[in-house]
Every structure is written in structure tokens, then in C-alpha cells.
């Protein structure tokens, strides 16, 4: 196996185990427990993890992915006045053990988006403002975490004024575009297990 293969599975072994907390770590750690100078691209790194993640876990892998895509849909059907879009591993179909839910919402007063998910059952375990700063601009976005059935849940609520605003991902190069509450629907109709991980990265 070449030098920046082994780099990269080693990166994605770390990961897998959470030894390493981002992509950045896991490949200068991997890369100096192998002696080695090639970095490979968090996209190579992510094309292993995937692999890793099929031979640990096999068809559990897969009866996870349809539960979690189930679960997305009745939150989302739920939040369907604000827009919903299912993003992360669960929309990629990546997702592995550990992983969660993540949902994007939009709305000008979050303590909505709160009160909704109490009305509708939903235990929220923990609420967090973040603010980030990305090309001069600063953004913030209320995070709201719930635990449901097994498997943890991320709603994210950010201003309207930022719907059709798709950040560009750092791993496979696309836009993080998601899936709405309708196409979400006609996945798990026509394809519950669908991924949408581009052939090979983006520019």
C-alpha cells in the first residue's frame, strides 16, 4: 500500500476511534506514527473511514442508517414551517456508530423552534449559541440538542435571511445543500440507503 494510503487509513482509524478530534489531527498524527511526509486530502481520508466504518459494522451500519433517516423525517415533518434540511453523514449516507442527526432550520425567534420540539415529545438535553467567524463575516446560529430513541439529534436554527446559502465542504469540495422534508420523503421511498458523496472531490 502506498505511503499516503497508509496516511490515510491510519488517519481514518484514529477517527473511527475517536482518537483524533478533526480530520487536520488525525492525518499530522497518522503521518508521524508512520515516518511519513505525504498528507493525504481529507477527502482520501474520508474515502477510508467510510470503508473502515462497512468492515466494523457491516448490515448494522446499514439498519442505522434507515432508523436515523427515519428519525430525521418525523423531526422534520414536525418542523416543517421552518424549512427543514437534513444535513451531515445521516443526508450522505455515511453516517457510522457515534454519529447523529443533523437538521438545519430557519427562523428569526429559536425559543420557537424550542417550544415546537417540547410540544411534540422531543427531551432537549442542551441549548448553545455559537458564533463563528468565516471571510470577514461573523455568523451565529442556536444549536438545540436532543436525545431520542438511541441516537442523538443537532437542530441548528439560523436567521432566514441566510435560506439558499450553502456553505462549500471541507472534505468533499460540494455544497452542503442537504435534503428538504420532501426530498427526504422520496428517499425513503424510492432509496432509504441513497448516498450522496460525489465520485471524487469537488473544486
Known sequence: MESRRRVAREAALLLYLGAAK????AKLEAARSL?????PSNYEVALELDALADEMEGEERRRRLREMRGEAL????????????????VWRGTARRGSDI????????PEEVERLLREG??????????????????????????GLNGYEAEVVVRH?????????????????RGLTLRELERVMRV?????????????
Not at 75 to 89: C, D, T, V, W
Not at 102 to 109: G, L, P, T
Open 160 to 176: 432566514p435571511d441566510e435560506m439558499g446559502r450553502y456553505e462549500r465542504c471541507e472534505i468533499y469540495g460540494d455544497l452542503k
Open 35 to 39: 515516518d511519513a511526509e505525504a498528507l
Open 74 to 89: 418525523e423531526l422534520m415533518r414536525l418542523l416543517s414551517a421552518f424549512n427543514p434540511r437534513l444535513i451531515g453523514s
Open 22 to 25: 478533526d480530520y487536520k489531527e
Open 191 to 203: 432509496d432509504p440507503l441513497r448516498r450522496f458523496v460525489p465520485e471524487r472531490r469537488m473544486r
Open 121 to 146: 415529545g422531543y427531551d432537549i438535553e442542551e441549548v448553545e449559541e455559537v458564533v463563528v467567524h468565516k471571510g470577514g463575516e461573523i455568523k451565529g446560529s442556536h444549536h438545540i440538542y436532543l
Open 102 to 109: 443533523d437538521i438545519v432550520v430557519y427562523a428569526e425567534h
